[in-house]
């Protein structure tokens, strides 16, 4: 049976993260990772003599697991199981598994290393069968592991790891796609880390590319060649050295190998990168634009990278900001590569993205082809586009398609991007400074006071003006709100608290509003037609691929609509859900993916909610369906006890109010509760019991506490004992609806673990596609068309409230209140 992605990402974390004490993630990575490397090479590649890694006799991770509890365990893992794959697929050294002062000593690296071996003999984990066609469970747990140790890993120590967005932004704007590659095409990175960006060009290619890449840190190095490996590309070349000093690919001449593609994120301002260079007479002919700083190795990457292109070579490269704009022997070479055309564009990214530095860094895009006819360059403002995430940000899906979307059609957008002429850049008074905000200018339009509205009222007309997106859709609207006061200048016709109304129920705003939802509804109901498609092995990376395109496409001129946020909550929902709920689909089926459903978690509740015996469970949320939640089978055929359980909250909740109000009525000094220790039904049953009234006297007792409202009237209060005898009974009503809940809830539950069992194919249907995903999307919708009469009532409202007070009324209040003072004074004897 199928495991959930997220499920198995989240569990293999949480267990390793567990195991790993007082281990830097940085060094712990490497155990897990290689853990998760043997078991994935075991699983789809032992008894198969032409796959491609080759699993020896003896050293498969069932070897491993036959170990768990030798005494001799980590020297047996490094000499019976890694040292022969190692040697059989000439593979760079593993971390060592007896390496007591990571590890522990004795026992404690028993236990350690063999209940690591533990969290990977699991059932679930069962890499042979466990993979949709398009789906890589496995390398994207890899992804999903290595995010986190990078993340724990602190400054510096991080630098392995490329964030994915980053890697997938640089993979799509180089332009690699299914049909400008072929097996002949090749792409490299001269700093590949653990690869995750020449395995994002990969991905872009559509086809088996050839992969090459270099790294410095021989651990870093095989966890790239892992991660190959894991990802299915266990061709690619992968040499652990030292790119600048010793390039390890190279041609026949012995010049510098060229590649169709090159990508990379190299260490950011390295100080040592001249060490073994011979800068004045490179043999590779790298530095013939420059000689970069002893103690900046940027631009020694920069023109590594260059060198190392095709004369039709296309690449990307991350480096910090300061490269677009510093001066001396660095200004020289961005001049000298500006003037032989090589910089296709420049992306301008957020700070803070990477794990080894907080500053802001850009991708500068290159392009050999036609280079000499370039006659400017593309640039892109992003900065301001990402989420936090912790302590770090991170682009959105949104903002990852705005940038490649705006980069491959090379769209000029305000306050964005830009095509900005290469004589202009050469321009003395910019002097081949590449700063991003010279060219595009990212500053908002400034919200200007105006005098005049201050001094005689109304609203300026350009703010409304400025408005012009909303009144392209709703010019009439713009009539009914403001009327012409004098030259430039408008009147509110609404009450600002009718403003809200007045737009929701213009006709042009509904107008708006159901062709919005029309298009939406079009897109869903075709959308619902291939998720009903999906069965075992269907792809879900093309399923989501199509959905998306078609919603940006369907939503591209929308005037007030952003196409890239509704896709934004389609991508976050995909992520968080459907692609979890598909993936089992397209493994089981939707029959057998019922049986997800039927695994309920009922009556115990334990740690993070998994099955223990610390408490009692009532009603729903002691039943937890896998693909179909429990509220939601509640909600869609037992809605009746739903009903009935709401109502009887619904007494408790009054009940309780009135129990409140009494309570602080009755604690003041002189109130019934005044010497009660504590308050509750038990106390004042017991004072209520003291005062036993005849019929007689309670009758009397009803004007005990009389209190006159006006002259002329008087109301009556509730004596003591009514008091008393009203809390009394309202205690009793919340215990009686709470019974009520729970013999309704047991009901309940009892009717949902029912339906899970008998529900039929098309039912589990109709409650995945309408009533789960379809409803969870429409709702985004709904958040999308709030936003837009939110917005234009918080600015019109905003304008109104700003000059509402004119400068001459607020002279006549502040001469009455004046005059008010001055009354007071006089009458009081102070003024004569």
Not at 31 to 38: S, W
Not at 170 to 190: E, H, M, R, W
Not at 497 to 519: G, M, R, V, W
Not at 717 to 728: A, G, I
């Amino acid at each position: 049976m199928a495991i959930k992605k997220s499920e198995l990402y989240s569990s293999l974390w949480a267990s390793c993260d567990e195991l790993r004490g007082g281990m830097d993630a940085s060094q712990y990575k490497d155990y897990v990772l290689t853990m998760l490397f043997v078991k994935y090479i075991s699983d789809k590649y032992k008894n198969d003599p032409f796959g491609a890694i080759e699993v020896p006799e003896g050293a498969s991770f069932d070897d491993m697991v036959a170990l768990i509890g030798n005494p001799e365990i980590g020297d047996k893992i490094n000499k019976q199981i890694l040292n022969p794959i190692k040697e059989a697929n000439r593979l760079t050294d593993f971390p060592d598994f007896n390496d007591e002062s990571k590890l522990g000593k004795g026992k404690d690296l028993v236990d350690t290393v063999s209940n690591l071996i533990r969290i990977f003999n699991d059932q679930s984990l069962d890499f042979t069968k466990n993979s949709a066609e398009g789906d890589d469970i496995l390398g994207d747990a890899y992804e999903f592991l290595m995010r986190h140790f990078a993340t724990e890993s602190g400054k510096s120590k991080g630098q392995f790891y490329t964030p994915a967005e980053v890697s997938r932004v640089l993979a799509k704007v180089i332009g690699i796609n299914a049909n400008n590659s072929s097996n002949q095409t090749t792409a490299y990175d001269p700093t590949c880390g653990s690869g995750s960006l020449l395995l994002k060009v990969a991905n872009e290619s559509g086809k088996d590319i050839t992969l090459y890449g270099q790294e410095k840190e021989t651990t870093t190095a095989n966890l790239a060649k892992m991660n190959m490996i894991l990802h299915n590309s266990p061709t690619a070349e992968i040499v652990a050295d030292n790119t600048l000093t010793r390039p390890a690919y190279k041609e026949a001449d012995g010049s510098l190998k060229r590649f169709e593609y090159v990508v990379a994120n190299p260490p950011f301002s390295l100080k040592s990168w001249s060490n073994g260079v011979n800068v004045e007479a490179d043999e590779f002919d790298r530095f013939a634009l420059g000689v970069p700083p002893e103690k900046n190795g940027d631009y020694a990457f920069l023109l590594h990278i260059i060198k190392s292109l095709k004369k039709t070579g296309k690449g990307a490269v991350v480096l910090p900001h300061g490269v677009l704009f510093r001066g001396n022997a660095e200004g020289e070479i961005r001049k000298n590569i500006l003037k032989k055309g090589y910089i296709k564009g420049i992306i301008g990214l957020p700070a803070n993205l990477f794990y080894g530095t907080g500053i802001p860094a850009c991708i500068i895009v290159l392009d050999k082809e036609y280079a000499e006819h370039r006659k400017g360059i593309f640039m892109i403002d992003a900065s301001k586009n990402f989420v936090k995430d912790g302590n770090k940000n991170r682009l959105r899906e949104q903002d990852i398609r705005k940038i490649t979307d705006v980069f491959s059609a090379q769209e000029e957008l305000p306050r964005y991007s830009r095509m900005v002429p290469m004589s202009e850049i050469a321009d003395p008074k910019n002097d081949y400074n590449l700063n991003i905000p010279r060219y595009i200018d990212t500053q908002e339009a400034e919200d200007i006071q105006d005098i005049a509205a201050h001094l005689q009222g109304g609203i300026p007309e350009r703010d409304v003006a400025a408005l012009d997106a909303y009144w392209k859709v709703y010019p009439n609207l713009k009539q009914s709100l403001f009327t012409p006061l004098r030259e430039g200048y408008v009147q509110l016709n609404v009450a600002a608290t009718d403003i809200k109304s007045t737009i929701f129920n213009h006709p042009e705003y509904q107008a708006f509003a159901t062709a919005l939802a029309d298009t939406y509804t079009n897109w869903l109901q075709t959308q619902a037609q291939r998720w009903l498609a999906v069965g075992e092995g269907s792809n879900l990376k093309e399923l989501i691929a199509q959905m998306s395109e078609d919603l940006l496409q369907a939503f591209a001129d929308n005037p007030l609509v952003s196409n890239y946020d509704l896709y934004q909550h389609l991508m976050s929902y995909w992520q968080e859900v459907m692609q979890d709920d598909l993936y089992i689909i397209s493994l089981d089926g939707w029959k057998a993916g019922n049986e997800w459903n039927r695994q309920v978690i009922k009556g115990k509740t334990g740690k993070d909610g998994k099955a223990g015996k610390d408490k009692e469970v009532a009603g729903l949320a002691g039943v937890q369906g896998r693909l179909i939640a429990a509220e939601l089978l509640a909600k869609v055929y037992f809605e009746d006890l739903q009903v009935q359980i709401n109502a009887q909250e619904q007494v408790i909740e009054s009940a309780q109010a009135s129990l409140t109000e009494i309570e602080e009525e009755q604690s003041s000094e002189d109130g019934l509760f005044a010497d009660l220790e504590k308050i509750n039904a038990t106390e004042v049953g017991k004072l209520l019991k003291q005062l036993q009234p005849t019929k007689k006297a309670k009758a009397a007792a009803k004007h005990e506490y009389a209190m006159v409202a006006e002259p002329e009237a008087v109301y009556e209060t509730k004596s003591s004992f009514d008091v008393l005898e009203e809390y009394v009974a309202l205690d009793i009503s919340i215990k009686k609806a709470n019974a009520e809940i729970k013999k309704l809830q047991a009901e309940l539950e009892k009717a949902v673990i029912e339906k899970y069992a008998e529900l039929s194919e098309e039912e589990i249907k109709d409650l995945l596609v309408n009533q789960k995903w379809t409803a969870h999307l429409q709702s985004t919708l709904v958040q999308e068309q709030d936003k837009i009469s939110q917005a234009l009532t918080q600015r019109i409202n905003a304008l109104a409230e700003r000059y509402a007070t004119t400068l001459g009324k607020l002279e006549a209040e502040v001469l009455e209140a004046s005059n008010n003072v001055k009354s007071h004074l006089e009458k009081m004897g102070w003024i004569w």
